[in-house]
């Protein structure tokens, strides 16, 4: 059973407890004391991650850091089916093509969220970091509108993949980094639908839908 | 904004840290009623704070005080001692700091919420409140110690997790003590010691009106987890109640009976807000009439 080295805060460790979510993984949880403790940049944990930072799967004796190989890795090795990783070099390449959208443009978000969460001092000047990130929510914008025309509801694929996992937590929490979602119609769509996916679970600044009531 | 002039905010102890957080020889920048303000710790571990002024100046803070483990400053003349919690001299229970979290809104909003009872069933489902028991029973309001602490009592709510030591779906018995405008401490029954009271505090540091650093603690009794289990408990909770406060507008809390439509359940909110207008505390409140 693998082990994910989390932190309920994380929106690169709720990404990987998305993917375990929808595909029903059972996984064992370590939590790692990001903030206030700063647990990730003691020994024990850069012995796993040398970077120092979360998410880690470990499974056996193979030890992952970052969201894009775990989720790679989860659905390739507990879904036989690969429901969320595509075959066909065209389509896997684009799939990768969008995890590295989320590592990279979209950590914008994540690092202006963090700066409001735990007032940490900045890396990088934060009218950078929003520009950056009103830049890639453009881009994620007009991506999602010119599917919408041509009938392709999920990003990189007809169907959801890791992809969409892997860009739903930053954009779903653009509002805690002071990011009004308001200008984006067919992102606050997308996020609908990836809300109605089976398996689909929140974390702290997430919604869920609303439960059917019967009146 | 400039350093508040507003004399109600000014004399109150305020924390602005939590001890243990700041390492040895370490100076740590942060604000206080507008006011720029920078902490050092010595190598031996004694702190200092000065207001940092716009002309490069620095002078020290008029009253600084450690106390639970966090730091204290009062930037005029206290009006009161900082808020007394006998429950810390006290053994059995666990004392989990819980590090500080940023709120974009005014400390009035994160007390409100972290008081209110109803919005448990809605934003925190499957721990302190559920779809199926959402009704908040009637509970007391009342002022204690010549009216300077507003109290809700008798708060009674079925939660289906109350805390990280136990899975048992009951009702639980809570008192809201707001010994301040910008604290609120929650005695809430232990499912783990029958008989003994949980505490769960908020200390505000209110940097803007609206702005907001959450200072916060668990003083609970827990004899099976890790404190970082319990820490992520919280830290799951309150990262639910800030999504929420991030969009309450206006960001300052309104204080006028016209601006309100309450229900019953609101009443300790309410009592709140008239609590605040009374006390001619200005910081953070959005005075308009209507």
Redesign the interface.
Known sequence: MPTLYD???SDDCYKVRLLLSMLSVGYETR???V???R?NCRPAFLSLNPLGRIPVLVDGDLVLRGPSSILTYIALQYDRARCFLPEGAAALAQVEMWLSFAETELSAISDIRAN????LAPATDIAVLRRRADRAMEVLEDHLAEGEIVGRRWVAADRPTIADLALFPPVALS??A?LPIEPYPSIWRWLHRVKNLPGFVV??????LL?K?AV | MPKTTDRVALDQWHAIG?CA?IPLGAARKTKLLGQDIEIVRSDSGAFACYELHADGSAAPVPHLCEMYGFLWVCLGTPAQPIVAIPEFAETGRRLI??????V?SSPQRVIENFIDLSHFSFIH?GTLGG?DNAEVPKYNVEYREDGTELWATECRFFQPKASAATNLSTEVLYDYRIPSAFISIIYKDSLVRRGKKDLIGLFLQPVEEEET?VHSFALVHDETN????I??FY??????D??VL??QTPKKLPVSPRRDIPTLSDASSIAYRRWLDKSGLQFGLDRNLS
């Open positions: 932190y309920i805060l939590k790692v004391d903030h206030p403790g647990e409001e969460l735990f007032r509002a805690e002071g974390m702290p600044g997430v919604l869920p439960p009531v | 939590t957080h700091l819980r590090g500080v979290i940023g974009a489902t779809y650093l890790s404190d970082t289990h820490l992520h830290h799951e909770i309150f990262g639910q800030r999504g991030i969009h």
